[in-house]
């Protein structure tokens, strides 16, 4: 990826000055700044990947070994972040209250 740096320069630039108008302080408009940028890179890695979150990205190895750890399976086609961790949480409550998940016992 090529950036280029006079164009960036310039958006910065368009930033501070929009962020000066609703400020009066020109620190205040320097410390918003960042926090503007992350929003916008944000915006652009989903726009550029495709994913509309984090959470619709795969589970990462770490969730992955974490589910296996629990006793877990992971489905052929995989899980995204968001089910693995729904996952997770869900293998995390039956360990807390396993009587709960058991089947229930016939009595004859």
């Given at each position: 990826?090529?950036i280029?740096?006079?164009?960036?320069?310039?958006?910065?630039l368009?930033?501070?000055?929009?962020?000066?108008?609703?400020?009066d302080?020109?620190?205040?408009?320097?410390?918003?700044?960042p926090?503007?940028?992350?929003?916008?890179?944000?915006a652009?890695?989903?726009q550029?990947?495709?994913?509309s979150?984090?959470?619709?990205?795969?589970?990462?190895?770490?969730?992955?070994?974490?589910?296996?750890k629990?006793?877990g399976?992971i489905?052929?086609?995989?899980?995204?972040?968001?089910?693995?961790?729904?996952?997770?949480?869900?293998?995390e409550?039956?360990?807390?209250?396993?009587?709960?998940?058991?089947?229930?016992?016939?009595?004859?």
């Amino acid at each position: 990826m090529i950036i280029d740096v006079q164009s960036k320069i310039s958006e910065y630039l368009d930033l501070i000055e929009a962020i000066k108008e609703q400020v009066d302080d020109p620190a205040t408009a320097f410390a918003i700044l960042p926090e503007i940028r992350k929003g916008m890179r944000a915006a652009e890695m989903r726009q550029g990947n495709g994913y509309s979150s984090t959470g619709d990205l795969p589970a990462t190895d770490n969730q992955l070994a974490y589910i296996r750890k629990l006793g877990g399976r992971i489905p052929e086609q995989g899980l995204t972040r968001n089910q693995a961790s729904k996952v997770i949480g869900d293998l995390e409550n039956i360990k807390k209250s396993p009587e709960v998940f058991q089947a229930p016992v016939r009595r004859p």
